[in-house]
């Protein structure tokens, strides 16, 4: 690859690209359903997605004396690229679409070589032949795999496939596949903060009942020394005012006492002034049970002696 960044001449990139998206062109194999964009040079961010043609060697536009090379990852769990590329046999065909013509390659060699061992890959005279190749084996990646196609023409009856479309679908559908992935990574790290957030929200609340419980015995044994004054103040004032009273009470309760003696005199008057026939007669119509309640009630306000 190094040697090939060395072989690009001036204007490489601009060559084939007429839309200006890097794009030269698309790579259709049918027994593999591969349906792949061609793009300038082989840099990781290209054959990740792609296929890349190597620099320094014929641009994908066939013709004689011409041999161009297409390379791209395999074993990607992302995408499938040359992954199934060691499954083609001699014979099988597939089809170069560069700039709306068709290009169809039938192959004629397989061949597994170290990467170093380059001159399979080089022009041979009157030839049209492009060659995919990929690392092998998958994981290790110590050698390449060569799988070289020659220039035949269109079968007879073949309809035109559109293979630029299909290579821009499996490009799509490529795109779509990562951004499902970085889509589930997401929810997957979305769903991870929820539970860390949850979780220490959790353990400042906790935090702040502890603070509040041992606040509580603070502020009571605060309050107090300011309670014991204010209990002590309303003692001392419930003490003056009963003494203040306690002289209004007795004036109080000796001139009901006296008021009563003056009644009960005056009832006691009444019954020795009336004659004992007229009570008996009931001529004073006096109810004598009404003088024994009387009576009674006197006793019980300990104003009679018993």
Known sequence: VRECEDKKIKGYEKALNPFSTGMMGSLYIPKIEVNLPIYHD???????????????????????????????????????????????????EFILSVLGENLYYRVVMIKI?????TSD???????????????????INTHRLLVRG????????ARVEKVEQKAKDSRMQNVLTLALICGLILLIAISILKDLYRLLRGERKQG????????VPAAASAATPAAAPARKSTSVGSAKTAVHSAPVAASAAALARKSTSVERGKKEEKLQQVPPEKVRRGENRIDRNHIAQVLHRAKERQLLPR
């Open 42 to 92: 082989v840099n990781e961010g290209i054959i990740q997605n792609g296929v890349g043609h190597l620099p320094g060697t014929s641009l994908p536009i066939g013709g004689s004396s011409t041999h161009c090379v297409l390379s791209t990852h395999s074993g990607l769990p992302k995408a499938k690229l040359f992954t199934d590329l060691h499954k083609l046999d001699e014979g099988d």
């Open 113 to 117: 070589v170290l990467p170093t061992q």
């Open 208 to 215: 702040m009942t502890k603070k509040a419980v041992h606040c």
């Open 121 to 139: 890959l080089k022009v041979v005279d009157g030839k049209d032949y492009v060659t995919l190749t990929t690392c092998t084996p998958y994981g």
């Open 150 to 157: 020659e220039r035949v023409s269109a079968p007879a009856g």
